[in-house]
C-alpha cells in the first residue's frame, strides 16, 4: 500500500531493488513517485515532518518571496506596481546588494529607475524558511537570475537570497531585511520569461495560507477570485458565489485542528495574453479535532487571470480531483 508523507526534510537515499539487484537508486523524490506510477510497485516511505506543526506561516513567506520578483519582470514603473511592492517591504527594511545597502522605503522607488528597459528573470532553484518564537521568519533561497540589458547584452548568474520577515498585522509578513549575493556566473541559457511561475506561485502559496486558516472567514479569498469563478472541489457540488464558499469553510475544514498542504509537480501553461493554466499535486495531511492525524493527494488544475497591477493574479476555475482519497490514519 501506499503511505502519504510530506516530503520537506527527507534526508535518506531511497533505494529499489528487484529482489536481488539494486536497479535505481533515487535521489529525486518526483522520479521516484513517477516509478512508482508508472510500474505499480508498492513501498512503504517514511518522513520526519512533525504534522502537529502548521506550515501556514512558511507558506506566507514563500508567497511574499515570489512576489517580490515580479515588479522586475514587467512594468517597473507603473506606480501601482510599485506600490504594491512597497507593501511587503517594511518602512524600515535593510536591503543589501553589490549596489550597496539601503535604508527605509523612501529611497527604493528611485533606485528603480536603473532597472528600466532591462528584461529580468528570477527562476527559484531552492527556498527554505525557519520560524522563531518572535515571529521572525528566516528564508533564505538560490535563484538562477536572467537578463537582458538595454543593449542588448546577456547574463546569467546564480545568486543567494538570505532574508527576514517579520508577521505583522494581516496574515502575510513582511520583509524586513534583504541580503542579495552572487555567487557566480553561470553558462549561457536562452532568456526564459519567469514572471508567469512566479505571478502563479504566489498565489497558490496565499491561496493556501488562506484554506490553512481554518476560521470559516471568506473575505480575504474575494481578492484571489474572479468575479465568474467556479470551484469544483471535492466534497461539495460547484461553488460559484461567495455565499456558497461561507458555507464550505464553514463546513468540514471547521473539523480540523491543523491542515498542510505541500505542493508539488507544478506545472504552468501560457493559454494567452493574461492567462494561465496551473497543473498542481497538493500532498495533504493535519490533525483533526479529535486528534486524529490524516492524510490525502488532490490533484488541482487552475485556470488563473492575470491583472499586473493587482496584488495577486485571480483564480478563475479549480478542478479537484483525488488521487488518494482522504484517510484519517
Known amino acids: 500500500m501506499y503511505v502519504l508523507f510530506l516530503r520537506l526534510k527527507i534526508e535518506l537515499c531511497l533505494k529499489m531493488y528487484d529482489g536481488h539487484n539494486l536497479i535505481y537508486d533515487f535521489l529525486d523524490f518526483d522520479c521516484l513517485l513517477n516509478y512508482i506510477s508508472s510500474y505499480n510497485h508498492q513501498l512503504i516511505i517514511t518522513t520526519n515532518q512533525n504534522l502537529m506543526v502548521s506550515s501556514t506561516n512558511s507558506h506566507a513567506a514563500i508567497a511574499q518571496l515570489y512576489r517580490w520578483y515580479q515588479l522586475y ?78 543593449d542588448g547584452t ?22 524586513t531585511k534583504i541580503s542579495i549575493t552572487p555567487t557566480g556566473e553561470i553558462p549561457h ?25 481554518l476560521d470559516g472567514n471568506v473575505e480575504p479569498f474575494k481578492e484571489l477570485l474572479a468575479p465568474d469563478f467556479t470551484l469544483n472541489f471535492v ?61 490525502a493527494l488532490k490533484a488541482h488544475t487552475w485556470r488563473i487571470i492575470d491583472v499586473e497591477e493587482e496584488r495577486f493574479a485571480r483564480i478563475k476555475k479549480i478542478d479537484v480531483v483525488p488521487v488518494i482519497p482522504f484517510m484519517i490514519d
Request: net charge negative.
Open 154 to 175: 546577456e547574463h546569467n548568474y546564480s545568486i543567494h537570497y538570505a532574508t527576514e520577515l517579520q508577521k505583522k498585522e494581516g496574515l502575510l509578513p513582511i520583509f
Open 73 to 150: 519582470e514587467r512594468d517597473i514603473t507603473h506606480p501601482q506596481r510599485i506600490a504594491n511592492q512597497l507593501d511587503i517591504l517594511d518602512e524600515q527594511v535593510v536591503i543589501q546588494s553589490t549596489a550597496g545597502e539601503m535604508r527605509g522605503v523612501s529611497a527604493y522607488p528611485e533606485q528603480l529607475s536603473a532597472y528600466i528597459g532591462w528584461k529580468n528573470a528570477h527562476h527559484i532553484q531552492q527556498v527554505t524558511v525557519d520560524e522563531h518564537e518572535n515571529g521572525v521568519l528566516n528564508l533564505k533561497a538560490d535563484i538562477m537570475y536572467q537578463n537582458i540589458k538595454p
Open 235 to 295: 466534497w461539495a457540488s460547484p461553488i460559484t458565489t461567495f455565499d456558497q464558499l461561507t458555507a464550505w469553510l464553514q463546513d468540514r475544514p471547521m473539523g480540523l485542528s491543523i491542515s498542510n498542504h505541500f505542493p508539488r509537480n507544478f506545472i504552468i501553461t501560457h493559454i494567452q495574453n493574461h492567462e494561465f493554466e496551473m497543473q498542481v499535486e497538493f500532498e495533504w495531511a493535519g490533525v483533526t479535532k479529535e486528534g486524529k492525524t490524516f492524510h
Open 189 to 213: 541559457k536562452p532568456f526564459e520569461d519567469a514572471y508567469p511561475i512566479n505571478r502563479c506561485k504566489s498565489l497558490m502559496y496565499y491561496w493556501l495560507v488562506l484554506m490553512q486558516q
